[in-house]
């Protein structure tokens, strides 16, 4: 059997590249982010009440992290309000996600805590995985190894079309502003 070498570049970067250590979480970003810094962290869209951003190190090609602004550890850290947009941008995360790279299902989870093989257990974030049906292979079971068909900033890019109106979909409505002269009378008397 000839034996030929796996080529993965964008490994090297990590490889060699310096690690964080103590400082700043990799998760939590500054709202006032210029796009060129979003970009460089594989950011796809910031809400105000969480972040899409890619996996650097992903399993499946468009793999995408959704995670809250507020940095917390576990859900029952967040408060209602919180909780309910994170995961709404996690259902609209799928959403986009499905139509711009066409998968045929999607793997969506949540590692809470280092026993539980959160990676990065201080800052809790939603994983969603693109699937296609027979995506699976040897590659990860004899070389520990994962095909991915495309440059990370090429990804993001196609993404980041697809979800560049998210934050503005997910704002609150505004109140129907009331007429110059005051509420209308409603003709009921009294």
């Known amino acids: 059997m000839v034996e030929a070498p796996l080529w993965a570049p964008w490994r090297m970067e990590y490889v060699l590249g310096p690690k964080p250590t103590g400082g700043a979480c990799i998760f939590c970003v500054d709202p006032a982010a210029t796009e060129v810094e979003l ?10 009440r969480a972040v899409v951003m890619m996996n650097r190190y992903p399993f499946a090609a468009g793999h995408l992290m959704v995670i809250p602004r507020r940095h ?5 850290e967040l408060d209602g309000d919180e909780s309910r947009g994170l995961f709404e941008v996690v259902r609209e995360a799928c959403t986009r996600l499905r139509r711009a790279v ?25 994983h969603v995985v693109p699937r296609w049906n027979g995506d699976t292979n040897f590659m990860p ?16 890019a196609h993404l980041a079309t697809h979800f560049a109106d998210l934050a503005e979909s997910l704002s609150p409505a505004k109140p129907a502003a009331e007429p110059a002269d005051g509420p209308a009378d409603s003709g009921a008397g009294g």
């Open 39 to 48: 970009s460089a962290r594989l950011i796809v869209c910031a809400t105000d």
């Open 72 to 76: 917390a550890s576990f859900l029952e």
């Open 102 to 126: 066409r998968c045929e299902g999607l793997n969506v989870g949540i590692n809470l805590g280092a026993a539980a093989g959160a990676g990065i257990a201080e800052h809790l974030h939603v």
């Open 141 to 156: 079971v004899i070389a520990d190894t994962r095909v991915v068909p495309q440059a990370l900033d090429a990804t993001r």
